[in-house]
């Protein structure tokens, strides 16, 4: 099983996971906008038994970011990391904060109704207006 290392900006927070993601997409809601600072974020869902802090569970704080979501960070460097799904058995991990790239890429765009309107998507993976249905059975 290959397994990809994590980390925040700082190193203080160090996780893996297995390269087992059961879906990839980017997101464009606005919680995910405003948290990066950018158009959104490219997500990763895995099974939260695929999932483990290695170094620095003392340094990840964690914000109740909406019912469905747990958004986690480095507190030290302000890196999210990746968001608990409170209402699934799922990890969103941000593919930004891998250190190596995983096998499943990005499928699609999810929240695209929220999108900022001055950002245009050009690629020609799906667009759906909130998560794709399969994401929502996990």
């Known amino acids: 099983m290959t397994t990809i290392a994590g980390s925040c900006v700082c190193g203080q927070v160090e996780f893996r996971v297995e390269d087992q993601f059961v879906y990839a997409g980017y997101c464009h809601c606005s919680l995910c906008r405003k948290s990066s600072g950018a158009t959104g974020t490219a997500i990763g869902g895995i099974f939260k038994a695929n999932f483990s802090i290695v170094k620095g569970e003392e340094f990840v704080k964690k914000y109740k970011r909406s019912k469905e979501t747990v958004s986690c960070f480095c507190g030290q460097c302000g890196s999210t990391l990746y968001g608990e799904k409170s209402t699934t058995s799922m990890v969103h991990v941000r593919y930004g904060a891998l250190n190596s790239s995983p096998k499943l890429l990005p499928q ?25 249905p399969r994401a929502c059975s996990h």
């Open 108 to 132: 699609a765009h999810m929240h695209v109704a929220s999108k900022a309107d001055w950002y245009e998507i050009t690629d020609a993976l799906p667009q759906f207006s909130e998560f794709p």
